[in-house]
């Protein structure tokens, strides 16, 4: 075991579960790494995950420690382990198996397995300083668990970071990329495979809809619509790429769906991209694009929301409904473009970005 500490999760976020305690790690299978974290991104997963009663799912059970958009340093590997050595700096992204057709096809984000091998039953990794004994918590969310300075990784979950990073500042800086950053950037490259042509709107400006504002600007798309009810978003978005905002708590007797068509120039969007799983944003979003138009699910719906629509409308005007995860992306590939862009200015993810300790998690996630 190596001694480490943790955001251990015994209950719901809302009941007050998730504690920084001492724990033990216990060493490295022959597909994994032990890595000593340097900072860890905090999504909207994390808390979604976190705040499921216990048994209300599969996915829900606790103890078990979070987070997923780690970077850090390798201590120790597998003897299967080819992808990174002890020392090596590594930035971190989700799990997959590699050999199911899905991920044979390049499409590793949408692997059969993914539920299983980045949400699945209690993969133990830690145990509770508390209590001495053999690993009793769970680990190895999204592959990683990186709400720990030191945790157990799946190779799979690894990109090796030695040739892209200069220092420890930047390893930190470039955390989020292997989740929120790749979700919204390869959202509009990958998933909706944005030209130039396109009119894009991007519904929700968190990090992973900027990410995708950002993303349309690097596919040099004509117009890039923001949408969101925060100011600060707003300008942001405008600060890195769009064209145009919509603040939704603005629209005085216009409907949603009148609004997105006539910023966008009356036709409406050509893809609409929604990151916030609302459900009347998803309804105006497939209502509001253009004929042959795609709309683009990024954002977590309620579990229990289902989509109606006509079928012989839909038909006629030939729009598609695509879903995304992880922007379609394979870390390995796109994690160092990412760090290339941003080299080149085309990319700025440090505007993004807002360091905090550890031991405010509870403030991070508030925020």
Known sequence: MEAGKAIVCHDTLTNNGWRME????????????????????VCHTDTLIGSLPGGAAPIAFYPRVLGHEGSGYVK???????????????????????????CKAGHHSHCDSFNELNFGGPHRVFALASKSGEPE??????????????????????VNAKDLVFNRTELQLFAPLGCGIQTGA????????????????????????????????IAGCRRVVGLDRIESRLK???????????????????????????????????????????????????????????FVQVG?????????????????????????VEGQAYPPEF?????????????????????MPAQEFERALEE
């Open 22 to 41: 001492e724990v033990g790690v216990r060493q490295p299978g022959d597909d994994e790494l032990l890595v000593e974290m340097v900072a860890t991104g």
């Open 186 to 217: 390869g959202t509009v490259l990958n998933a909706a495979q944005a030209k130039a042509n396109d009119v894009v709107l991007v519904m929700g400006l968190g990090g992973v809809g900027l990410s995708a504002v950002m993303g349309a600007r």
């Open 335 to 355: 994690v160092p473009q990412m760090v290339q862009w941003y080299r080149e200015g085309r990319f700025p993810i440090d505007k993004l970005m807002r360091l």
């Open 137 to 158: 918590v769970g680990g190895a969310f999204f592959g990683q668990s990186s709400f720990a300075n030191l945790s157990i990784v799946r190779q799979c979950s690894v």
């Open 236 to 294: 942001l978005a405008k600060d890195l790429g769009c064209t145009d905002v919509i603040d939704g708590s603005k629209l005085g007797d216009k409907s949603l769906v009148e609004t997105i068509k006539e910023v966008a120039g009356g036709g409406g969007p050509t893809i609409a991209i929604d990151t916030t799983g609302a459900p009347p944003l998803i309804k105006a979003g497939l209502e509001g694009i253009r004929n042959r138009g795609k």
């Open 300 to 324: 977590s719906a309620p579990f229990d929301f289902n989509l109606d629509f006509n079928m012989f409308q839909f038909m006629v005007a030939g729009k598609q409904v695509i879903g995304a």
């Open 76 to 102: 120790k590997v597998g003897k299967g382990v080819t992808v990174a050595q002890p020392g090596d700096p590594v930035l971190l992204s989700f799990a997959f198996c590699r050999d199911c057709e899905v």
